[in-house]
């Protein structure tokens, strides 16, 4: 009719005027409700929830958890006392949560003049156990922590300078300090708390001869200690130190990215990895012996040992760390690694699908270097050599081509796919005569 308004025709004001003078009641909406949605999404699962899941695998402190009603009245914590506690039990049940950790870092940063040195190694200790470290934090409290660092514990020195390696944030003010005060109390220090602090240095790149050399000092003082009082059998040169793998592949694996080669630390380093041999993790594996490449230190009975648990382990390398030790163990050609070969060829199937160009040619590259010849490691690596083909560089196409004409492979599908990608062009006049003389052979 004429009119009349259409049901679909937006609404004017006059018509939306009485809808909005209702009472939210008389609509049927519950006025509490109103945001309640999104700050639960925000705040995560509540501490009911939190406190359930946890008590299933962790000792909890009911006193503290009883404390607080919800998340949101938690985040509100003020205190520096009741925000170390809270951060604190949360690393003890290694729970994550986002809002209330954001919430406790604004007031952190809001309030850096009533933290020192100790207080901050706590609460960065924490977050960087649950992932939640972030350069921010690092930055604004460089004057706080070199100021206040004479405070501090070994163990709060350590989680200090560890924070800064997590967050791969360099601050010469923080580095000084923590530098001074590891001198001056180097004999305080554990031989684990010096292998952790030495990795710190090494993930920042912090090449202190002075901190190493006392490190090195140390772990001879203290072999010829225990060996003084007894604690090893008349007949084993081995010595005992109270180091477990973990710390064993940290201090390896810092003094070698550095530089410090010092032989009779790697000796300390070589025995005392024997008597932990079993203990070792695919990763510690990889990166002890990357570590004795760079050292060059050749121990025949270590690299043995490397071996034998590296194919109990051979599951759990993933693909980079199986290149790095298959090419780590490569580099001492004089010992007898076959049988590792061997056994890593049977795990390329699951591996390999992830490998980039560069892990092909290295691990084609270390298996030249041993001469391990096996028909069922080309027919593995050459179909992810076709498949990723247009990935691959000159100089990973050269590098694969010798590696097949050192162990005497000569792949149909391989050539024809090297010819058809391999632009000479861009070769030098060097890489042209060794990808000439490959193949030739």
């Given amino acids: 009719a004429a009119g009349s308004v259409s049901p679909f025709a937006p609404l004017g004001e006059r018509e939306l005027e009485p809808w909005l003078q ?17 700050r639960t999404q925000r705040s995560g699962a509540s501490i009911g929830e939190v406190v359930q899941a946890a008590s299933e695998k962790y000792d909890l402190n009911m006193e503290f958890w009883g404390k607080y009603t919800d998340i949101p009245s938690m985040a509100l914590a003020a205190e520096k006392d009741d925000i170390l506690q ?24 809001r309030s850096l003049d009533d933290w020192s040195a100790p207080d901050l190694a706590g609460v960065c200790h924490a977050w960087a156990q649950l992932g939640f470290l972030h350069e921010d934090l690092c930055v604004a409290m460089a004057d706080r922590v070199s100021t206040t660092a004479q405070n501090c514990t070994t163990q709060e020195l350590v989680w200090l300078l560890d924070a800064y390696a997590s967050a791969r944030c360099s601050v010469e003010s923080v580095s000084d300090a923590l530098v001074m005060q590891t ?25 202190h001869e002075g901190i190493f050399c006392a490190i090195a000092e140390r ?41 410090f080669h010092a032989q009779g630390f790697f000796d300390i380093i070589a025995a005392r990895s024997l008597e ?17 490449v760079r050292a060059r230190h050749l121990d025949g009975e270590l690299l043995h040992g490397i071996s034998v648990q590296a194919q109990r382990r051979m599951a759990q390398f ?35 699908p992830t490998f980039r160009p560069v892990d092909v040619t290295m691990l084609l590259s270390a298996f030249a270097a041993v001469q391990v010849h096996s028909a069922a490691l080309f027919d593995v690596v050459t179909p992810v050599i076709l498949e990723k083909a247009p990935l691959f560089t000159p100089a990973d196409w050269l ?9 005497g492979r000569k792949d149909a599908l391989f050539l024809s796919a090297l010819v058809l990608h391999l632009q000479a062009p861009k070769l030098s006049l060097h890489e042209l005569c060794m990808a000439i003389v490959a193949c030739s052979k």
């Fill in 399 to 407: 590098s694969a081509l010798r590696s097949y004409a050192a162990l």
């Fill in 86 to 109: 809270i951060i604190e039990n949360f690393a003890l049940i290694r729970r994550k949560h986002v809002y209330l950790f954001q919430r406790l870092k604004a007031t952190v940063l």
């Fill in 219 to 259: 772990f001879v003082a203290q072999a010829a200690t225990t060996a003084a009082e007894g604690a090893i059998s008349p007949s084993s040169s081995r010595v005992s130190l109270p180091l477990c793998a973990r710390d064993i592949t940290l201090a390896a694996y810092s003094f070698a990215k550095l530089g």
């Fill in 183 to 207: 001198l001056i109390r180097m004999d305080e220090f554990t031989l684990s708390q010096l292998c952790h602090h030495a990795s710190s240095f090494a993930r920042l790149n912090l090449r």
């Fill in 22 to 38: 209702q009472p939210l009641q008389d609509l049927g909406v519950d006025e509490s409700a109103i945001g309640s949605g999104s």
């Fill in 318 to 352: 993933n693909s980079e760390s199986l290149v790095l030790m298959l090419r780590g163990m490569a580099c001492f050609v004089a010992a007898k690694h076959e049988p590792l070969f061997t056994r890593a060829i049977a795990q390329l199937p699951r591996a390999i």
């Fill in 276 to 292: 932990v041999m079993r203990d070792f993790t695919a990763r510690d594996l990889q990166m002890l012996t990357v570590a004795l």
